[in-house]
């Protein structure tokens, strides 16, 4: 932690004020409070917070900060989960809220600009009303930002077939320290000029720069979806499922899990649809034509209800190879809805197991999904705490929810002993510390589990080629 006093002096305040006029710049106790943490709970000092409509402003706060060495910290909506807008070092928060402007959508060119302010699910809306489709969809949809998204290379449930968020950014104009602007790529859909600075910026946790400025990438919105809620007897049936739908060919646009455990979880919260026998399931979305889509999901059915081949019996053997044992579908939205609830309504049930969680977003290679999952179970009963795993396995992303009652020592000493043994076990399968979180403060102290001194080296020097004085977003992510 830097020993800097937790105060402005007067110059650099009257400096803030003239860039900032009015309610732009906040600077008491009582205003700066909420700039202080994120979703993840952990707290830091903001000195001040500057809320920018302009890149004027931004370019002219960057320069003071460069001068006068004050650490910086960009943020949008902080839903983010692993500390990566907290300001560890006392310093200036810049909440890119008020440029929050779709300032163009092109249908030829398939191509949106926006601010960072802008929500995403704001974006969809728009773009959908002219036949056009933004995929990306983190779980925070309705409140996170497209700054931030970019900021972390958001995922979301529709990433295993629309990929993430570096998939969809083709330019943008970030600011550096020093005032400096940088222009990287632009509205074409494939560019291989010089180093790829713009996917250099996307997921760097607002370590090198402030984003003021994003070119995305747009698809012709797809005619019509579908979802299927299928139910296993066993965790072990339901990823043999997984592997079924695969090897049918079949790539849908979300496949999630959810365990045993979780399945419990939710029906504390509602009456499940589900009957007693489900202990494993899996939510699937299709889209399509709509002449097209019926076909499959009958295509999905029957890979569902199909042998995968991974013994020489018949499904139904001891081996978890059982096709489901109840099932359900909905086509369109509305009939849609009801099955998406459920998923989303997974982490504010997980309260009602116990009112603390340390939310790990840890991902495998496909093939050792149940490896991982069986590897956590055992973990979980080590410890004596439930361990609740979801998420998107059709890339290999679990979420993996380490309930503890925090006002018991005993339960928190457990809860980051387990922490630390979920991910090495990850790191033995090839697994990564994060599929789409980010590492921000949370995961720093596991960084050298899957990042060699090389690595972290280069990424230093990238870092310091950018920002040689380290004030962008200092301590945070390698």
């Given at each position: 932690m830097s020993t800097q006093a937790p105060h402005l002096s007067a110059t650099q305040e009257r400096s803030l004020r003239d860039i900032f006029p009015g309610?732009?710049?906040?600077?008491?106790?009582?205003?700066?409070?909420?700039?202080?943490?994120?979703?993840?709970?952990?707290?830091?000092?903001?000195?001040?917070?500057?809320?920018?409509?302009?890149?004027?402003?931004?370019?002219?706060l960057l320069r003071l900060a460069q001068a006068e060495r004050l650490p910086v910290y960009a943020r949008g909506?902080?839903?983010?989960?692993?500390?990566?807008?907290?300001?560890?070092?006392?310093?200036?928060?810049?909440?890119?809220?008020?440029?929050?402007?779709?300032?163009?959508?092109?249908?030829?060119?398939?191509?949106?600009e926006v601010e960072p302010g802008v929500v995403t699910s704001d974006l969809q809306r728009a773009v959908e009303a002219r036949g056009l489709f933004y995929p990306p969809d983190p779980a925070s949809i309705d409140i996170s930002?497209?700054?931030?998204?970019?900021?972390?290379?958001?995922?979301?449930?529709?990433?295993?077939?629309?990929?993430?968020?570096?998939?969809?950014?083709?330019?943008l104009t970030a600011v550096l320290p020093g005032g400096r602007v940088l222009h990287t790529g632009g509205?074409?859909?494939?560019?291989?000029?010089?180093?790829?600075?713009?996917?250099?910026?996307?997921?760097?946790?607002?370590?090198?720069?402030?984003?003021?400025?994003?070119?995305?990438?747009?698809?012709?919105?797809?005619?019509?979806?579908?979802?299927?809620?299928?139910g296993f007897a066993s965790m072990e049936a339901a990823m043999h499922g997984v592997r079924r739908i695969f090897r049918a060919g079949i790539l849908p646009v979300a496949l999630e899990f959810l365990s045993p455990e979780v399945l419990?979880?939710?029906?504390?919260?509602?009456?499940?649809?589900?009957?007693?026998?489900?202990?494993?399931?899996?939510?699937?979305?299709?889209?399509?034509?709509?002449?097209?889509?019926?076909?499959?999901?009958?295509?999905?059915?029957?890979?569902?209800?199909?042998?995968?081949?991974t013994s020489g019996d018949a499904p139904g053997d001891a081996t978890g190879n059982e096709p489901p044992v109840w099932s359900a579908h909905g086509v369109g939205r509305d009939e849609e809805e009801p099955l998406w609830a459920m998923r989303r309504g997974i982490s504010p049930s997980a309260y009602l197991v116990r009112p603390n969680k340390i939310g790990e977003d840890i991902a495998v290679p496909r093939g050792r999904l149940l490896d991982a999952l069986t590897g956590i179970r055992a973990i979980a009963q080590a410890h004596d705490l439930p361990i609740l795993t979801y998420g998107h396995v059709g890339d290999g992303n679990i979420h993996v929810n380490i309930m503890y009652d925090g006002a018991d020592p005993s339960e928190t000493t457990r809860a980051d002993a387990a922490t630390v043994e979920v991910m090495r076990l990850v790191r033995s399968m090839d697994g990564t510390l994060s599929g789409e979180h980010g590492v921000g403060m949370a995961k720093k102290e596991f960084l050298h589990l899957q990042l060699s001194?090389?690595?972290?080296?280069?990424?230093?020097?990238?870092?310091?080629?950018?920002?040689?004085?380290?004030?962008?977003?200092?301590d945070k992510a390698y």
């Amino acid at each position: 932690m830097s020993t800097q006093a937790p105060h402005l002096s007067a110059t650099q305040e009257r400096s803030l004020r003239d860039i900032f006029p009015g309610d732009a710049l906040l600077l008491t106790p009582e205003q700066t409070l909420v700039f202080a943490t994120d979703a993840g709970r952990r707290m830091g000092t903001p000195l001040a917070v500057v809320r920018p409509t302009t890149e004027a402003q931004v370019v002219e706060l960057l320069r003071l900060a460069q001068a006068e060495r004050l650490p910086v910290y960009a943020r949008g909506r902080a839903s983010n989960q692993v500390g990566a807008c907290v300001p560890d070092r006392p310093g200036i928060v810049v909440s890119l809220l008020h440029m929050n402007r779709i300032l163009d959508i092109a249908d030829d060119d398939f191509v949106a600009e926006v601010e960072p302010g802008v929500v995403t699910s704001d974006l969809q809306r728009a773009v959908e009303a002219r036949g056009l489709f933004y995929p990306p969809d983190p779980a925070s949809i309705d409140i996170s930002t497209i700054g931030g998204n970019v900021a972390t290379c958001a995922g979301g449930m529709r990433a295993l077939k629309y990929g993430v968020t570096r998939e969809y950014v083709l330019g943008l104009t970030a600011v550096l320290p020093g005032g400096r602007v940088l222009h990287t790529g632009g509205r074409c859909h494939k560019n291989v000029v010089g180093l790829d600075l713009t996917r250099l910026f996307v997921g760097s946790e607002g370590t090198l720069g402030i984003v003021t400025r994003i070119a995305l990438k747009l698809l012709p919105l797809p005619q019509a979806t579908a979802t299927l809620l299928a139910g296993f007897a066993s965790m072990e049936a339901a990823m043999h499922g997984v592997r079924r739908i695969f090897r049918a060919g079949i790539l849908p646009v979300a496949l999630e899990f959810l365990s045993p455990e979780v399945l419990d979880c939710v029906a504390r919260r509602q009456t499940p649809p589900w009957p007693d026998s489900v202990r494993g399931a899996l939510l699937i979305r299709l889209d399509g034509s709509r002449e097209s889509l019926p076909l499959e999901v009958r295509r999905m059915h029957d890979a569902l209800h199909t042998s995968d081949g991974t013994s020489g019996d018949a499904p139904g053997d001891a081996t978890g190879n059982e096709p489901p044992v109840w099932s359900a579908h909905g086509v369109g939205r509305d009939e849609e809805e009801p099955l998406w609830a459920m998923r989303r309504g997974i982490s504010p049930s997980a309260y009602l197991v116990r009112p603390n969680k340390i939310g790990e977003d840890i991902a495998v290679p496909r093939g050792r999904l149940l490896d991982a999952l069986t590897g956590i179970r055992a973990i979980a009963q080590a410890h004596d705490l439930p361990i609740l795993t979801y998420g998107h396995v059709g890339d290999g992303n679990i979420h993996v929810n380490i309930m503890y009652d925090g006002a018991d020592p005993s339960e928190t000493t457990r809860a980051d002993a387990a922490t630390v043994e979920v991910m090495r076990l990850v790191r033995s399968m090839d697994g990564t510390l994060s599929g789409e979180h980010g590492v921000g403060m949370a995961k720093k102290e596991f960084l050298h589990l899957q990042l060699s001194p090389l690595e972290t080296e280069l990424m230093r020097q990238v870092k310091h080629a950018f920002d040689p004085l380290g004030i962008m977003n200092p301590d945070k992510a390698y």
